[in-house]
């Protein structure tokens, strides 16, 4: 088919369309054609339709005398507020509860003394019978870190949590070679 012909067709398939809308709308007479006014209304019967000052006069003196709470604020309105607190115990917490707080830090070592060598100090902990020799920032017992050596006392890290404890120093016992006369 040549492209002439294709057209002539499509313009006659057009045609017959168009005409077929316009006889089914105008046959039809339930299809609407256009915006049609609601027969159904009836005005009110109203005897004077006038203004009723009387009754603008007293909604204009009328004063209102509610709870003078801020619309803009989401907490409760002082009255309300102070009732609450003397009067009411607060309502119980419901919800998951907070997690304890982690036990302290235990380090099964000893604050043993201090040694003082070449300007640098090191710490001396003891494990049992074993003694630790630390400096600070050094690890020791592959869990814990010495912070800071004081006088009296020595911090310690916890380097898998990061939690901190204080050993104090704790002296010597005298374990002399046996009674002195």
């Known amino acids: 088919m040549s492209e002439r012909k294709k057209i002539q067709l499509l313009i006659a398939l057009l045609v017959i369309a168009g005409g077929l809308y316009f ?8 299809l609407p054609t256009g915006v049609q006014a609601d027969t159904g209304f009836s005005p009110l019967n109203v005897q004077e339709p006038t203004l009723q000052l009387d009754r603008l006069r ?6 209102y005398t509610g709870t003078q709470r801020n619309i803009f604020v989401a907490a409760p309105p ?6 609450m607190t003397h009067t009411e115990a ?4 419901v919800g998951p509860q907070p997690a304890p707080p982690p036990p302290p830090l235990q380090v099964p070592v000893e604050f043993y003394g201090i040694e003082s060598s ?8 003891k494990n049992g019978d074993d ?6 920032g050094d690890t020791f017992m592959n869990r814990f870190r010495l912070l800071r050596i004081g006088n009296q006392s020595a911090d310690v890290e916890e380097i898998s949590s990061g939690r901190h ?7 010597p016992v005298d374990q002399g070679s046996g009674p002195t006369n």
């Open 118 to 125: 070449q300007g640098r100090q090191v710490a001396l902990l």
């Open 131 to 136: 003694v630790l020799i630390v400096a600070p």
């Open 23 to 30: 006889y089914e709308r105008t046959s039809n007479p339930s």
């Open 90 to 93: 607060p309502p119980p917490f």
């Open 165 to 171: 404890a204080t050993l104090p120093l704790v002296p």
């Open 78 to 83: 002082p009255a309300a507020r102070e009732a």
């Open 58 to 63: 007293r909604a204009q003196n009328d004063q």
